[in-house]
């Protein structure tokens, strides 16, 4: 592409395969941005003509332009942290973990916390979770907790379960478990969902370590065409730090995206006392919805199931939360204006969930609430028949169709995998689907997502349950216009349109004409964000 530089400072895209996602106007050559927003949408003679003077003009030759892309569930300062973490992904043994470890032991200083993302015992040789014990082998002088890739698991050894307080006498909190060894009863180093969060509580950064890693990790997200994220909290301590983070990014200039920021429940009450809801801030900074994690996860087999994994037929998985719990909470947000975006992943957790937003619903109707399920990874017909009545957004995942797929026969059987990521099946009834990456547990890439769902291949001789696949143009709108409707501003942004925010992704190739299986090799060659390029390949 070439840059010209005119008089004026508005911006001019022309000569490309602009891809609007307007019904009316589907396609275009060119589009015009004045003071962050489109001004006009149609051929490269109509903007050559309308602007004049001084325009800074994108010359696409050819290029293909989709609205920017909106990543609808990612742990972005999760994901920031976690590019200082010991990567652990691909690990194939616990002594693979143990010499990573080892040498990263010996690059921190005594005493130092060293903290490693992205171990899956599924394919550990092994063939168990790894224990206090072995990480006390590599690194017995540092306190340690290493994450499992779904997030709910984590290990710890010895020095960190000193520090957090867990010993022989810790009892489990009501939705986590503390796993102790069934002979001496001390605690095993594993801790699942809420347990996990006790030792992450334990590690404390400075500001502007916060500020730092939310930096990096927006500059990697608009490298990858995003320009939206509806922002999730990890941890209660950290939602204090990541809001500060993103205030002071925003406060100097540095914030290159639009932040939808998810508040866990736990701070419910704060927000209500300031008066906050859902909406509150402005296009680039703004308060989203009430987050609640109702489950755990399919991978550490912690996801509330109806009926026990086929794997482990006396697991049915954990709810966090008792129903009578959830449902103030529920009623709470909703009757202030607060959307809900409940983690729902087993098809228990989507029923209580369900169930909840049905009686707070009866008793204070309101039309347009777009209260959402985040992953809605297990469903029935009847759940979502119920999803389609009471008007609810499936915030969804597609990366976890290839990730979870090559085991998901095993964990819940062939009946009920043909419900799993039922996304073709949810849109023929109508619902809403929002999707995001759940970075970082999955890869932040929105081409990769929209190929996932759009192939739903596991690997070159195995697709999962493919029909269940969607068409590309239905997986764009899931990243662009449906992420809008699900924060509230698809009449501000998600397509290309005169008057929304001019946020656009400049791609390598068309989406809709490359074969599907390429669709996560098209590059991003430019990302803008209210008329400013703030990401260029070149």
């Known amino acids: 592409m070439n840059l010209e530089n005119f008089e004026q400072a508005d911006l001019c895209l022309v000569n490309g395969n602009i891809i609007t996602l307007d019904p009316d106007k589907p396609r275009a050559e060119a589009v015009a941005i004045r003071d962050g927003k489109i001004i006009s949408v149609g051929t490269s003679e109509e903007m050559k ?55 990263e032991s010996q690059r921190k200083s005594k005493g130092a916390w060293i903290m490693g993302h992205g171990w899956d015992d599924s394919i550990l040789a092994e063939k168990r979770l790894p224990t206090r014990w072995d990480l006390d082998q590599a690194a017995p002088d540092n306190p340690v907790i290493l994450v499992r890739i779904c997030g709910h698991i984590s290990c710890a050894n010895s020095k960190a ?10 009892e489990s909190h009501l939705g986590g478990k503390i796993d102790k060894d069934p002979r001496t009863n001390e605690p095993t180093g594993i801790m699942r969902e809420a347990e996990s969060f006790m030792i992450l509580n334990s590690v404390t950064l400075e500001d502007e370590d916060y500020v730092s890693a939310l930096k990096l990790a ?22 204090y730090f990541q809001g500060k983070a993103f205030q002071t990014l925003l406060m100097r200039g540095e914030l290159p995206l639009r932040v939808y920021l998810q508040i866990p429940e736990s701070c419910l009450s704060s927000v209500l006392n300031l008066g906050f809801y859902t ?9 989203g919805a009430i987050k609640i994690i109702l489950d755990g996860s399919l991978g550490g087999r912690t996801a509330a199931m109806l009926e026990p994994f086929s794997d482990d037929p006396e697991n049915r998985g954990i709810v966090i939360y008792n129903e009578k719990v959830l449902r103030n909470i529920v009623k709470t947000a909703h ?78 059987g062939k009946d009920r995998a043909k419900y799993v990521y039922p996304f073709r099946r949810l849109l023929e009834e109508g619902i809403i689907l929002a999707a995001g990456s759940d970075c970082p547990v999955e890869l932040m890439d929105p081409l990769l997502g929209i190929q996932a769902a759009v192939l739903r291949q596991v690997t070159s001789d195995y697709t999962f349950i493919p029909e269940q696949r969607v068409s590309v143009e239905q997986a764009i709108r899931m990243y662009t216009l449906d992420a809008a409707y699900a924060s509230f501003e698809e009449k501000i942004k998600g397509s290309i349109e005169t008057g929304k925010l001019a946020d656009l992704v400049v791609l390598s190739d068309d989406p809709l004409e490359v074969p599907a299986d390429k669709i996560s090799e098209i590059e991003v060659e430019m990302t803008i964000v209210g008329g400013e390029i703030v990401y260029s390949k070149k």
């Open 279 to 287: 909406g509150f801030g402005n296009h680039k900074l703004k308060i």
């Open 161 to 170: 379960l000193e520090l957090a307080k867990i010993t022989a006498e810790t």
């Open 49 to 103: 003509s309308l602007l004049g003077g001084k325009v800074k003009i994108v010359y696409l030759e050819g290029k293909t332009v989709l609205p920017g892309f909106t990543d609808c569930h990612i742990h972005l300062l999760g994901f920031g942290a976690k590019l200082n973490m010991l990567d652990l992904t691909g690990v194939k043994s616990i002594e693979e973990i143990k010499e990573k470890l080892r040498k």
């Open 335 to 412: 009757s202030v204006g607060f959307q809900l975006a409940i983690h729902c992943i087993g098809d228990r957790a989507v029923t209580v969930a369900l169930e909840a937003l049905e009686e707070v619903l009866r008793e204070k109707p309101k039309k347009d609430h777009r209260h959402r399920i985040e992953h809605a990874s297990v469903l029935n017909e009847d759940l979502i028949q119920r999803m389609k009545r009471l008007g609810v957004v499936a915030s969804v995942q597609p990366p976890f169709i290839v990730s979870d797929g090559r085991w998901m026969l095993d964990r819940v």
């Open 218 to 239: 927006c500059e990697k997200a608009v490298a990858k065409g995003i320009t939206s994220v509806h922002c999730m909290p990890l941890l209660d301590q950290d939602q």
